[in-house]
Nanobody, 125 residues
């Protein structure tokens, strides 16, 4: 049973921080290419915001979150994390993690094979 389990969503005031977790079960993240973080706000398309390549550790960020969000991995815990600082109301969305098995597709959503259940993040002004 291959799945991604997310935790860490919640509500914060503008300027606050949250840390999202994504734990894989049924496979080892070290045997796959990468993990991506995506978000979708009401009435908007789902967008890629951050990725990490499991082999190299290299990260990639959307301009909208660069300098505020940090993605990391802990292979021993089979988990990937998204640290979100200096949150703004515009960051309010449902956040998803997704695993890429066949290649590092960056923000190409068709390259991701398994998706987490989503975590609600709400930032108030």
């Amino acid at each position: 049973q291959v799945q991604l389990v997310q935790s860490g969503g919640g509500s914060v005031q503008a300027g606050g921080s949250l840390r999202l977790s994504c734990t894989a079960s049924g496979y080892l993240i070290s045997t796959t290419y990468n993990m991506g973080w995506f978000r979708q706000a009401p009435g908007k398309e789902r967008e890629g915001i951050a990725t990490i390549n499991h082999g190299s550790g290299r990260t990639y960020y959307a301009d909208s979150v660069k300098g505020r969000f940090t993605v990391s991995q802990d292979k021993a815990l089979n988990s990937v994390y998204l640290q979100m600082d200096s949150l703004e109301p515009e960051d309010s969305a449902i956040y998803y993690c997704a695993a890429g098995y066949t290649g590092d597709g960056r923000f190409n959503q068709s390259k991701y094979n398994v998706w987490g259940q989503g975590a609600q993040v709400t930032v108030s002004s």
